[in-house]
């Protein structure tokens, strides 16, 4: 059998910041080629290698190359059958267990659409999954699918919607030793960081799955010089919201949360950066519903958007399922065990042997 | 006699943002020179020309040709006689003034140092005023000074110390669908900015002038990437002190200020990023006595800081005198008058004759 954590540690060595992902999409060409059971087509740096055998069903496992800035531990580190480094949870352990399974499994039980995309920890509009299905819907095509985003090996449901949205707030440029004559426009974020930080978390339970939303600031600038009232600043904030919501609404919700922060009449502004819609449970599907089975495990909610919610907008319901905490994902400590993997690998063998 | 409007409107069209002075000083430098009562000297971008006339006094008058950056307001603008532009009022009035009494005056009561340097605006470590008291003190030397800064044309004793501080606060990196498991370092800006904000002006009078502190933030920074809790964020501050403070006291109280929001032992930092000390009114000086006589008029605190302190600093006293309202500095309606101007000049030519 593979060692799943020497695997997972090659993919960690391979730096795939978003936008970056050549060289890791350049290995899994090379991998899954040269294997007959595998139509593999490259889009950018999208793979994605296709069974077409005929079955009656089609299932898709899909995984991003990119991972998000790293944080000190660009390098992969073992100890014992840990292993730690960026993008060891989120995900190129999934992403290992997915490799090793696609060329591993000449003959599976549905039709397998194995999808190795670039470009998900950035904004939407450079998803490669997009690319995709703009391009070439019909590599994507399947009765459901499987992202293997970091779910500590159980089946996480749906995803919550997301959204990030720039506050822009204006004042007036003055000298700062007469600051009266201005005003400070660093200083009005005051109220309005309180009021990102004093929101408090709603939660919704679809299909026996807790969903809870979140509201971080996730950037803020300003300033002119260093002896001039700044009469701009700006703070954007990302919101997870739940799947009862779609997007319009969840915008408009946030707008009345914070309306009190800011005005547009004074000439603040409200721009909405980047939103991708939220997904129901799809645990109906036989698929979803066998994935779970084959964890023996109660499934969760996915509280952090993925392509689920892709998939859902192309009417393929999807759940998420891979190894690694997700409670790690983005952390400084990020890492997966040897353990999760095999689990991983062993749950998706028995779903599509 | 020469149109002062149309003079500082010449200066005001020569862009002179910090550390880009060259084409200002080259004009200034050449105005100056072939006048058989003035030696030119020029080092860097600082032009000085002096009178040696055996006069048993010497005055310094002194300027900075820089400005800060411009907000929409780099072309000058007639509107009968008042001149809007970037610099109008500081100090590119009291530079066309100088320059024009400068040439005009071959025979004062008293030596004269014309001074004209480069990067007051910026940081003290980049000060043309500085760069000279290194290399050529002599050419600063005098028994008093007048610096021009815009003050309505009337003495503006003294100057309030100036401090600029950076404070960065550290959080722990998360995925935003799971903040719980990090700390949002932009969310803790918050008290930090309000306390800032809420901070009450202390007013002090010495010798009649009445100095107002102020503290306003000029700087925040802060993000990783739009779906990371962010794990840094900074804030800098300039606190305008009175000179009844020293640099070193001013620090340590605005650090009591704001202690209650950051923690060195949680790893924030406070860094001193640039700060230069007050000075106090010297209006018993005889040469500034006779300056405060010749406006007619009571004097007032600088609540700016201005290179006055750098001139006490080696021993000089010194005043601030210069057209332009202080209230407009850095502003974008800064303006100035031909009245103002012309006030200047008359009062200046008064003391000088």
Redesign the interface.
Known sequence: MTDLLAATAELVGIPSLSHGEGALADLVEERLRDHDWLEVTRLGDNVVARTSLGRPQRLVLAGHLDT??P?HNEEPKFEGDTLWGIGAA?MKGGLAVMLDLAVATPSPSVDLTWCFYACE???RADSGLLELWRARPDLLAGDAAILGEPTGALVEAGC?G?L?VKISLRG????????F??R?A??R??????A??AWESRTVVLDGCTYAE?L????????????????A?S??V?F?YAPDRALADAEEYLRQVLRGSFCEDEGDAWLL??GADSAPPSLGHPLLAALVDATGAAPRAK???TDVASFWEHGVPAANFGPGD???????DERVTRAQLERARTVLAALIA
């Not at 974020?189 to 309180?194: F, I, K, M, N, R």
């Not at 971080?216 to 009469?231: H, I």
């Open positions: 998000v800035p944080n989120d920890e950035v904004g919550q997301t990030k007036v440029r003055a000298h700062t030793a007469r600051p004559t201005g400070n660093i200083h974020l005051g109220p309005l960081l309180d990102v930080a979140q971080q600031a996730v950037a803020v600038e300003g300033g002119v010089a260093g002896n001039v009232v700044p009469d600043a703070v954007s990302n997870r950066i980047d509280v952090g958007w997700p409670l790690l994902a983005h952390h400084p």
